[in-house]
């Protein structure tokens, strides 16, 4: 790691928003995916919840790179800034408002003696832990975000990511709450928990995802909308079953 920690050092930030990652940040190119070092490693190991993407975008990567580059010049030790680095994943805005809302709905506070989930994000708690199913970002042949396709846990390269890195962080954190944010993620986590490297009861699978798309989604699961006044892209049973599912994964795991 430490070589791309020296690397990152001189990056062009501007280049690198642009698309274009330089040689020494690439860890390997496979066929039509590139896996390229970020500094994502930190591990919050007092959190008691988790939540989990598919793979760091590049505006995210570039921004955390950002950050190491100003905390290293502060004079910050490398532990820190890496840290730090971290830290720029976090979740903010309407997002955050919307998962603090569901993640309440369903009891999850409750399971740490809190009253409302907006507690993980409190300032300096050290209570919440962002990762990525795939730890480091990986991007398209020509500079894209990779976005799922083709399915990781079909590309060795990737599965190894999942299996290796993922599964150090919930070796790390075995009594947090693990919430998958999107499909790729939700099967990451089974895929570890199949392995036995993680506590399935502790996967709180089917939220729907808290971006500004899933608006009706996440209005109906908090019983904001009702069903008659739904469109028809939306699945009110799907929803129901998620929502009375989660509720009594959450209320037994309290037990």
């Known amino acids: ?8 050092r001189g990056v062009d930030l501007a280049t690198y928003r642009r698309g274009q990652t330089p040689a020494d940040l690439t860890i390997g190119d496979h066929g039509a995916l590139s896996v390229t070092w970020a500094p994502f490693d930190f591990i919050n190991r007092s959190a008691e919840l988790v939540l989990v993407g598919l793979t760091p975008g590049r505006t995210q990567a570039a921004n955390a790179i950002e950050a190491l580059q100003q905390a290293l010049i502060a004079g910050k030790t490398q532990d820190e800034a890496l840290e730090i680095a971290k830290s720029t994943a976090s979740f903010s805005g309407s997002m955050r408002s919307s998962l603090v809302a569901m993640l309440d709905a369903v009891g999850v506070p409750a399971q740490f003696g809190r009253t ?3 507690a993980f994000f409190a300032p300096g708690s050290g209570l919440v832990h962002f990762t990525s199913a795939l730890r480091y970002p990986v991007y398209l ?4 975000n990779y976005s799922g396709a083709p399915d990781p846990l079909g590309q060795p390269v990737l599965r190894a990511m ?28 089974q895929h570890l928990v199949a392995r036995g490297a993680l506590d399935g009861r502790r996967v709180l699978s089917g939220l729907p995802h808290p971006s500004g798309a899933n608006a009706e989604r996440i209005a109906y699961f908090l019983g904001r909308k009702s069903r008659d006044q739904l469109s028809i892209k939306t699945n009110a049973d799907r929803i129901d079953d998620a929502r009375e599912r989660l509720r009594l994964q959450v209320e037994a795991l309290a037990a």
């Open 141 to 144: 042949a020509n500079g894209a």
């Open 116 to 118: 409302t989930a907006q």
């Open 1 to 8: 790691m430490q070589t791309f920690i020296n690397a990152a």
């Open 162 to 189: 999942i299996e290796s890195h993922l599964a150090e962080e919930a070796a790390a954190l075995p009594n947090a709450v693990w919430v998958p944010l999107g499909k790729g993620a939700a099967a990451s986590l």
